[in-house]
């Protein structure tokens, strides 16, 4: 288990992302909200909860058949953009103020997306940046 992955910014992102996303699909279960809408809010949920475990049990370095970051990265973009829709569509429609709040959560969790793309690309950067300037043995 990576103790320090919890206390990092992308632990913390990680988990505001798993928290907000939770929330989001408890507002759309409780309001009745359009089937579409729940199960974005459900597969969000539970893919970032996955992506969670595997960068906190250090899964990312045993399974070496994916670069794990860049995984990361599609998905906080796919996942932006039905945000993008799905929280436009709950606003707009506003059955019931369930719905209304899982719109506004939703976009809030697009912006957690986003900064989870940048601080992810920032890193994927860094690395390659690093890589190319030292020294070689």
């Known amino acids: 288990v990576d103790r320090a992955f919890p206390r990092s910014a992308r632990g913390v ?15 759309f279960v409780a309001s009745g909200a359009h089937e579409a809408c729940t199960a974005l809010a459900g597969m ?6 996955l992506f969670l475990l595997l960068y906190l049990l250090k ?9 794990w970051p860049l995984a990361d990265i599609f998905n906080s973009v796919i ?5 993008l829709v799905v929280g436009l ?3 707009i429609v506003k059955t019931n103020k369930g719905t209304l709040a899982g719109g506004v959560l939703g976009l809030i ?3 957690l997306c986003i900064a989870n793309v940048v601080l992810l690309w920032k890193k994927i950067s860094l690395d390659k940046a690093r890589g190319r ?5």
Request: net charge positive.
């Open 44 to 49: 969000e949920t539970v893919i970032t909860v």
């Open 13 to 27: 992102l990680k988990i505001a992302r798993t928290v907000v996303a939770l929330t989001v699909l408890i507002c």
């Open 59 to 67: 899964l990312d370095v045993r399974m070496r058949c994916l670069f």
């Open 79 to 83: 996942a932006a953009l039905f945000l």
């Open 133 to 137: 300037s030292a020294p070689a043995n």
């Open 89 to 91: 569509f709950a606003i």
């Open 109 to 111: 969790l697009l912006v």
